[in-house]
């Protein structure tokens, strides 16, 4: 018999409108992949069960040592560490690509470049090149970045059609939820790592809130997570 957890059962019994196994089920897709989308195939009915009993889910992430993010107006939810950059456990290569898909989303959200008035901003892999090897990096063979690329997706950072050939340079939507992955104070670390100016962006993120501020919205007018 399948098991689910006394508080998906609880959780059920006060709302007639979903099972435990639905809860159990949206709750492991988030283990999974980090993050849902209201946008996703097959994503609006995990965003609407989350919406409909959001105190639940915090409470279950909470107890996983997470904090649960929930984003209406972006239409996104999911969750991150609630130490700065510490739910980025990824591989080397991985965490710079990871720094330059933040590194370019400030970047086209500073010039208003949003996709459809989303907060999703447009690139080409070979602009996460550009970018990954003005860190002093080697180049990521083709290959080697659409993999990377392909992870982020599952984790519901990006998105792009996988059936493009490698060997040309691919559009790349990266979501807003690359800036609750990467905080603005961490991100100013970066680039002054990288040689390059901290924006005052990531400065105002610092004396707001003395750290990162992972609830917050993308601004549409210049800037952005």
């Known amino acids: 018999m399948t098991y689910y957890s006394r508080w998906a059962t609880r959780q059920a019994a006060q709302d007639p409108n979903v099972t435990a196994e639905q809860l159990t089920e949206t709750a492991n897709r988030l283990l999974h992949r980090q993050f849902v989308a209201r946008a996703d195939f097959g994503g609006a009915a995990h965003f609407d069960r989350i919406a409909a009993n959001l105190d639940y889910f915090k409470d279950v992430f909470a107890g996983f040592g997470f904090q649960f993010i929930f984003n209406d107006t972006w239409g996104y939810a999911g969750y991150v560490s609630p130490v700065a950059y510490n739910n980025a456990r990824v591989p080397t290569q991985e965490t710079i690509v990871l720094l330059c898909l933040r590194l370019l989303y400030n970047e086209g959200a500073e010039k208003g470049y ?14 996460i090149q550009t970018v990954f090897s003005s860190m002093g990096s080697r180049a990521l063979k083709p290959g080697e970045l659409r993999t990377i690329l392909t992870t982020f997706k599952r984790k519901g950072l990006v998105t792009f059609d996988q059936t493009h050939s490698i060997q040309v340079s691919a559009d790349v939507i990266i979501r807003p939820t690359i800036t609750e992955v990467v905080d603005g104070s961490f991100l ?38």
Do not use: K, Y
Not at 114 to 127: P, R
Not at 199 to 205: D, G, L, N, Q, Y
């Open 114 to 127: 949003f996709v459809d008035s989303s907060a999703q901003i447009l690139v080409e892999e070979d602009e």
């Open 188 to 225: 100013a670390r970066i680039e002054v790592w990288a040689g390059q100016p901290a924006r005052s962006e990531a400065a105002t993120v610092e004396s707001d809130s003395g750290g990162a501020d992972e609830g917050s919205e993308p601004e549409p007018e210049t800037s952005s997570s």
